[in-house]
């Protein structure tokens, strides 16, 4: 019998998208599996001096991998999975998520939020991340702070914005201990971060079967739920909203959510426990809390989805 081919992974070319394939390639080698890395550049990282919402939102993380997907360039596509649209192109899947990493925000540049002096310049490209830091801190002033972690780290270095929130899990993966955790229950994270999910196209058998061996269940079920209060309420690159789901024990899990009005002047917060079995458990759990969330959401808040 042949031996079958190695799994082509497409990749961004950042330092942190070359990390999270090693991982997937890790993983799989783990599993007896062959693959190779396939480097392809996306909007995303071509044009770093606007918000994303200018530049069509999440998907310049993920228009060129797609389409490399689709076409046959690459077999799949591993990526951040908080970068992810909500509703993947038609024809592509979600084939595997590899065990989460820290889900949390950390804070570079001081040693806790209420530390940071008025005034104070925090860079993030995040809506949620800014919306959340003028809830908590009025008196501080969000800039527009966007590039790979090097660049971010730097830009705090050299005095360009006073602190900065990066992904503890990029961090980690890249062997970087800056920055403080910032407690979940205080800062809540955004959806599937800390997530490497991997895409392939849905009708690729053979590949969706090689993945499925590296697929970590619990992260699935946490991602699918996550992504569900996304999609339930309709939410864009401009909504400032978080969600974190863990799991509470015999079953039951917790889904926690966050949605602010992008000036940060109102926030909505709400949580929903259940029994989860399986995905379409996950699904609904997700669904019923977006419309909880959806039921209440103010003006301001349903003029940013």
């Known amino acids: ?30 599993q007896g599996i062959d693959s190779t890395a396939v480097t392809i550049e996306t909007a995303g990282d071509r ?3 606007r918000p994303l919402a200018e530049l069509g939102g999440k998907a310049v993380w993920t228009k060129e991998l797609d389409e ?3 076409d046959g360039r690459i077999d799949a596509a591993v990526h951040s999975l908080k970068d992810v649209e909500t509703r993947l192109p038609e024809g592509l899947a979600l084939a595997a998520v590899l065990p989460r990493a820290d889900p949390r925000d950390r804070l570079v540049g001081a040693a806790t939020l209420a ?3 008025p005034g104070a310049r925090v860079g993030t490209s995040s809506p949620r991340r800014a919306a959340q830091l003028r809830h908590r801190r009025p008196d501080l002033e969000p800039v527009l702070l966007r590039g ?9 270095a050299d005095g360009h914005v006073d602190a900065t929130f990066l992904a503890a899990a990029g961090l980690d993966r890249l062997g970087i201990a800056a920055g403080i955790p910032l407690d979940p229950a205080e800062f809540l994270p955004a959806a599937a971060q800390g997530i490497i999910g991997i895409t392939a196209r849905a009708d690729d058998r053979q590949t969706l079967a090689r993945l499925a061996t590296i697929d970590d269940g619990a992260t699935h079920l946490a991602a699918v739920a996550e992504r569900a209060v996304l999609a339930g309420i309709g939410g864009s690159c401009r909504t400032a909203i978080a969600v974190h789901a863990r799991a ?3 079953g039951w899990w917790r889904i926690d959510a966050e949605l602010l009005a992008p000036d940060g002047s ?4 709400d949580h929903v426990e259940g029994r989860v079995s399986g995905l379409a458990d996950a699904q609904a759990l997700g669904s019923g809390l977006a419309r909880a969330l959806a039921a209440g959401m103010t003006a301001a808040m349903r003029a940013a989805l």
């Not at 109102?266 to 917060?269: D, K, N, P, Q, Y």
């Open 1 to 30: 019998m042949a031996a079958e081919p190695p799994i082509r992974l497409g990749s961004r070319g950042s330092p942190l998208a070359r990390a999270q394939t090693a991982l997937a390639a890790a993983a799989l080698a783990g």
């Open 47 to 49: 044009v770093r001096d």
């Open 68 to 70: 490399a997907l689709s």
């Open 115 to 117: 530390a940071l002096p």
């Open 148 to 156: 790979n972690v090097a660049t971010r780290l730097a830009r705090v």
């Open 248 to 250: 509470l024990g015999d």
């Open 266 to 269: 109102e926030r909505l917060a």
